[in-house]
């Protein structure tokens, strides 16, 4: 690792302290409402799930009056804990956004970090908008300098990487003045100093990976606030000899934080999800469920499957027969034979929800299926694979004697089969008009095309009921 002439560290604070959104291409900013969307739209899901609300009793317990609010309620807490209870509302279902390159959930820290704080600060659009740019690309851009090794030494890393984006985008929102871009640093040293993101769920289970992303996201929050009374951090903590990029990954390569800053915008390759899975397992899950839809069968008609696979999800990701719902979402062969069974929506986009995997462990016929199923490296589906998404062959056989065969090369909400404009807000009214009404949705909406408008101390408020 050559890396002591790179100042990886001060780039990111430089690029978060200067960076104008007015700059933005139109259709970074067209993304960006997308992305928006789809937020408040996986966080309204997840709001109602059971983790959230241990997660609120946690926040009970610890957290301080503040002026940040808790999504969908009318509880304000400070900006730390906020971004805790949003960010589990958002990522505990496997629902949120992802980089499929850097192995991670970049949007649901930027978008909560950025809201809280700048409720907290009384931030302007624009500088809320700059401060979420900051953060898709701090994090984002540090999980493609150390990936693949950072994940084959078994770190998740929405939890190490997460930290860094929140640090990022709370620093644009608290400082300002000549001294910004050292105190962002600052910020970004003490956030790394407590990177995290073990991956044992992946084998043993558990229900922690549901906060990885929160726990990470206010660490960088808090870290930005701890910087803002006077502590300091390594201004070299990723790049530097003792830091995140030799402690944490065998490789690292730091052109990729440093190069197109402000010009090459990362955000744009993030996948929006279909279903509430891993990333890596969706394009199998929408073969399944095209194979069903072109030949009328299901998961009872199934004598046996075959998937064929990239060598990128070996292991973690095939692994048949999960131990819970954790790791059900995060399994292909389960999930393919749960897209099986499911009912096909009649004209519409058909998705893997939280209820349907609890049903599904429950069923002995999908543990049957995952009995029959053979699992294989298919180099034509390595050959699809790429930092964009992951593709997947499956291949089933009938009771009849029927054989189907269908190879995704990118599942529904990658970046190059992506929702329409119009999906992404029929997604999210589909969702949130029960809670606000079609005139908040409509509005919400509006907001979304005009980002300078974004106004967290109002969001907040609609979204809870007080308007």
Known sequence: MAIAQHQSTRALASFAAGFDARTLPDEVRRKLGW??????RV????ARLPWSDWSRRYVGLVGRAGNSHVLFEAETVNPQHAT???VTFGSSFDGDDTHVGAMLHPGVAAWSAALAVGEHTGASGPDVLAAVVAAYETIIRIGLSVQPGHFKRGFQSTGTCDGFGTAAASGRLLFRGKDAAQKIADALGIAGGHAGGLAQFYYSGGSAKRIHAAHAAEGGV??????????????DIIEGQGGFARAYADGFNPAVIEEGLGQRFHLMDVLVKSHAAAARVAAGIDAMLVLREQHGFGSNDI???????PKIIQGRLTNPHPVDLQAAQM????SVALAAKVPLAPGGITTLGIPDYKAGLKDKRLHDIEERTTIALDDEVEAASNELSTAARVSVVLRDGRKFSMLVPAPKG???QPFTAAEHEA??????APRGGDKTCGEIVAMSRDLDRLDPRWLGQVLSGKR
């Not at 399994?331 to 389960?334: G, I, Q």
């Not at 997604?427 to 949130?432: A, D, G, K, S, Y």
């Open 35 to 40: 992305l928006f969307l789809d937020h408040l």
């Open 43 to 46: 966080c309204s899901i997840g």
């Open 84 to 86: 805790f209870l949003n």
């Open 222 to 235: 808090a870290a930005a606030l701890l910087a803002e009374q006077g502590y300091s951090g390594p201004n």
């Open 303 to 309: 004598a046996s499957m075959a998937l064929g696979i």
């Open 331 to 334: 399994c292909l062969p389960f």
């Open 414 to 416: 990658s970046p190059s």
């Open 427 to 432: 997604r999210f009214i589909q969702e949130l």
